[in-house]
């Protein structure tokens, strides 16, 4: 149960942020309006997955820490990770082992990052925990995420680098980073 949170809570704060690939620089990557986001993630493939509404509150500081975190995760937990423009979208080809579930994974991200993004994610899953459609031979994965600037200002309580998932659970970029160094315990490695 403990690992099924956790993996959760990383799949939750990696949507979060923009991502990037191994030959990719920061400097390659639009930076976002700082300021509180409102984040949208709908699935249609596996069905009946509720929509998740997320928050985070970014400054530049904290805008480039998540883009670093992104890089450093992709970089432990995906054997294929390549990036490339498409005209004005980021497309990034995956095939990423999270614990017991792998997936193959393509992701289209769009937008001005100023006042909106998109992100598209296709691909198939494969394994996973009991209960959240583990076992089942590869899976269909369908998600898409929109995101929208909201305020300047955070609010609630929030400061530059949380992340606010449903539930009440909040999360700091700096305690992503301490789970960073945990990920072999987490996820079995």
Same mark, same amino acid.
């Given at each position: 149960?403990?690992?099924?949170?956790?993996?959760? &809570? *990383?799949? =939750?704060?990696?949507?979060?942020?923009?991502?990037?690939?191994?030959?990719?620089?920061?400097?390659?990557?639009?930076?976002?309006?700082?300021?509180?986001?409102? *984040?949208?993630?709908?699935?249609?493939?596996?069905?009946?997955?509720?929509? &998740?509404?997320?928050? &985070?509150?970014?400054?530049?500081?904290?805008? /480039?820490?998540?883009?670093?975190?992104?890089? /450093?995760?992709? @970089?432990?937990?995906?054997?294929?990770?390549?990036?490339?423009?498409? =005209? @004005?979208?980021?497309?990034?080809?995956?095939?990423?082992?999270?614990?017991?579930?792998? $997936? +193959?994974? /393509?992701?289209?991200?769009?937008?001005?990052?100023?006042?909106?993004?998109? &992100?598209? +994610?296709?691909?198939?899953?494969?394994?996973?925990?009991?209960?959240?459609?583990?076992?089942?031979?590869?899976?269909?994965? $369908?998600? +898409?995420?929109?995101?929208?600037?909201? $305020?300047?200002?955070?609010?609630?309580?929030?400061?530059?680098?949380?992340?606010?998932?449903?539930?009440?659970?909040? +999360?700091?970029?700096?305690?992503?980073?301490?789970?960073?160094?945990?990920?072999?315990?987490? *996820?079995?490695?």
């Amino acid at each position: 149960m403990q690992r099924t949170i956790a993996t959760l &809570v *990383l799949a =939750g704060f990696a949507g979060a942020m923009p991502t990037l690939a191994g030959g990719q620089t920061l400097q390659d990557l639009p930076s976002r309006k700082p300021g509180h986001w409102e *984040l949208r993630m709908v699935t249609t493939k596996p069905g009946g997955t509720p929509d &998740v509404v997320s928050q &985070v509150c970014i400054d530049a500081s904290t805008d /480039r820490q998540l883009m670093e975190f992104g890089l /450093r995760v992709s @970089k432990d937990l995906c054997k294929r990770y390549t990036m490339k423009r498409e =005209g @004005k979208a980021l497309v990034i080809d995956a095939e990423c082992k999270f614990g017991p579930m792998k $997936s +193959v994974t /393509r992701t289209t991200m769009s937008g001005d990052y100023q006042s909106s993004y998109t &992100v598209k +994610v296709d691909g198939t899953t494969e394994g996973g925990f009991a209960g959240l459609g583990g076992g089942k031979g590869p899976q269909p994965t $369908s998600m +898409v995420q929109t995101a929208r600037w909201t $305020s300047a200002q955070c609010g609630n309580g929030m400061k530059p680098g949380d992340f606010t998932m449903p539930g009440g659970i909040k +999360v700091n970029i700096k305690q992503m980073q301490g789970l960073q160094k945990m990920l072999p315990q987490i *996820l079995g490695k």
